[in-house]
């Protein structure tokens, strides 16, 4: 009886210690969320912080919402233009322009970046010299170029290339979005690379258009963009081949042995989530197998190719 009543009174006190505890915890302020600052962190010089002019549409784009970010502009456009709204909106439009299937006969590509392309227009004609609004330029009419074919856009070549030198060589410009996703002038030397390797490098396209390709250049712009954002595949990508290119170009193999160790270097990345990251993988191992897609290569054009070889396959 003893036992049992002792075991009882062991019962009770735990019981109320329990209580306590819980009373203890219900007490105990909650944790608090973390601030804007801490929820992203700066990862780039220029990164956007909390408080600056349209911080909720770079969260936005953050999030990869690019439709409702595009939708949000354009009513803020309509509202109050300005400068910023203008390569926002270009922005949101080349990123959904990427997720378009290209089969999708509907949808008229050509007019969609011919409105990204007006859009920078109208925020150059507020702000002439607003370095964004030069790379968003470079990248619209770039987008339009591919979109009709390199040789049919010739003429906005030199357009291009200008824009984007102005945001490379501007030692006092910085920008980037949270996480990193666009930095410059870090992509300026990027598309610089793309654009060197691209345009063809004959006498007549420096006539007609006032530039021509140079795969020394191109070199150059994409090692600099490697440097400033090592963890990206397409830098390294792009690198490898232009390396490549050059390399059997002029019959230097220790060109083409660092053009493999660019690709390489890329396909070893993590990708995280991103199926960007995972189809330049893709381009990436592609050229390690076949060297000579390397001088014709674009991203575009490569997952046409993809797109046919399956077709081929009967998948």
């Known amino acids: 009886m003893m036992l049992e009543w002792l075991a009882l009174v062991e019962a009770v006190a735990h019981a109320a210690d329990g209580a306590d505890v819980d009373a203890a915890d219900a007490a105990a302020p909650a944790p608090a969320p973390p601030t804007l600052e801490e929820k992203y962190p700066v990862r780039f ?3 956007v912080r909390p408080g600056e002019p349209n911080f909720d549409l770079e969260v936005v784009y953050y999030e990869g919402r690019f439709e409702d970010g595009l939708a949000e502009v354009e009513r803020r456009l309509a509202q109050a233009p300005s400068p910023q709204l203008y390569w926002m909106k270009v922005r949101f439009m080349y990123e959904i322009g990427e997720k378009f299937d290209p089969k999708d006969t509907s949808i008229d590509r050509l007019a969609f970046y011919q409105e990204m392309a007006d859009a920078v227009e109208a925020g150059l004609a507020l702000a002439p010299t607003d370095r964004h609004l030069l790379f968003a330029r470079g990248v619209a009419l770039g987008r339009l170029g591919t979109t009709r074919g390199v040789l049919s856009s010739l003429f906005m070549a ?3 290339e200008q824009s984007w030198l102005a945001v490379a060589n501007d030692k ?3 920008y980037s979005s949270i996480g990193g996703h666009e930095v410059l002038p870090c992509d300026a030397f990027h598309a610089l690379g793309i654009y060197y390797r691209l345009v063809p490098d004959w006498w007549i396209v420096q006539v007609i258009a006032g530039t021509r390709g140079n795969l020394e250049k191109s070199v150059e712009w994409h090692t600099k963009a490697t440097r400033c954002k090592p963890d990206e595949v397409a830098n390294w990508k ?4 232009t390396q490549l290119c050059l390399g059997q170009h002029d019959k230097d193999q220790a060109m083409i042995d660092a053009g493999m160790a660019s690709l390489q270097k890329g396909a070893s990345l993590p990708t995280g989530a991103s ?8 381009h990436a191992k592609a050229m390690m197998a076949d060297p000579s897609l390397a001088c014709g ?4 054009g490569q ?3 993809d797109e046919k070889k399956l077709k081929a396959r009967g998948k």
Do not use: F, T
């Open 158 to 160: 030199k357009d291009v």
């Open 172 to 174: 006092a410009y910085q």
């Open 297 to 300: 290569y674009s991203r575009d």
């Open 238 to 241: 792009e690198l490898g081949a």
């Open 303 to 305: 997952q046409d190719l």
């Open 45 to 47: 010089p220029g990164q």
């Open 275 to 282: 199926e960007r990251k995972r189809i330049d993988q893709r």
